[in-house]
T-cell receptor, first 113, second 111 residues
Framework: DADVTQTPRNRITKTGKRIMLECSQT?????MYWYRQDPGLGLRLIYY???????NKGEISDGYSVSRQAQAKFSLSLESAIPNQTALYFC????????????FGEGSWLTVV | EDQVTQSPEALRLQEGESSSLNCSYT??????LFWYRQDPGKGPEFLFT???AGEEKEKERLKATLTKKESFLHITAPKPEDSATYLC????????????FGTGTKLQVIP
């Protein structure tokens, strides 16, 4: 099993719908992140959380919200999806003995039509 | 603002043809430079972390080196299974220890 698990792996949704992407990790890391990847733009940080009570906006947080339900769980919500939120989304973790190295999940493909 | 520029954007090699990928960076104090491998539709897979100029790390056919302005990922005698996009990222000392990613070099190794 993957250390960082994302669900769903693929989702097609309609404009205006609310959608949640979930992430869970078994690495025991305290830090969790949500990134978005678009062709030619690289990975961009949406939100990050250094512990359960600490949540911070990243570079591109508009239109997104997050919830850190537990040390191992971090979910990303799109309150009202729009087509330009179509992208590949990654959950990631860091911390513990791994230091500052970020480890990524397998990704969630989201298409907004 | 921290910046990472990777070159070339794409590289096509014959199997066994060694080459290097470049990562140029500007950062307000380097905490670490990271290399990742990413296969299509998959999450980036961690390869190396480099912390200071002069440091080198190796893994199989890959060797990463670091200077004060750039890092190189040397690929020796590549095989088709080395085909992937290679991402470089830097983490600075400021703010929330932000990690800035480059857009990657897409490597194709032809048998």
């Amino acid at each position: 099993d993957a250390d960082v698990t994302q669900t769903p792996r693929n989702r097609i949704t309609k404009t205006g719908k609310r959608i949640m992407l979930e992430c869970s990790q078994t690495k025991g890391h305290d830090r969790m992140y949500w990134y978005r990847q678009d062709p030619g733009l690289g990975l961009r940080l949406i939100y990050y959380s250094f512990d359960v009570k600490d949540i911070n906006k990243g570079e591109i947080s508009d239109g997104y919200s997050v919830s850190r339900q537990a040390q191992a769980k971090f979910s990303l919500s799109l309150e009202s999806a729009i087509p330009n939120q179509t992208a590949l989304y990654f959950c990631a973790t860091s911390g513990g003995t791994s230091g500052n190295t970020i480890y990524f999940g397998e990704g969630s493909w989201l298409t907004v039509v | 603002e921290d910046q990472v520029t990777q070159s070339p954007e794409a590289l096509r090699l014959q199997e066994g043809e060694s080459s290097s990928l470049n990562c140029s960076y500007t950062v307000s104090g380097l905490r670490g430079l990271f290399w990742y491998r990413q296969d299509p539709g998959k999450g980036p897979e961690f390869l190396f972390t480099l912390y200071s100029a002069g440091e080198e790390k190796e893994k199989e056919r890959l060797k990463a080196t670091l200077t004060k302005k750039e890092s190189f990922l040397h690929i020796t005698a590549p095989k088709p299974e080395d085909s992937a996009t290679y991402l470089c990222a830097v983490q600075g000392l400021g703010g929330y220890q932000k990690v800035t990613f480059g857009t990657g070099t897409k490597l194709q190794v032809i048998p």
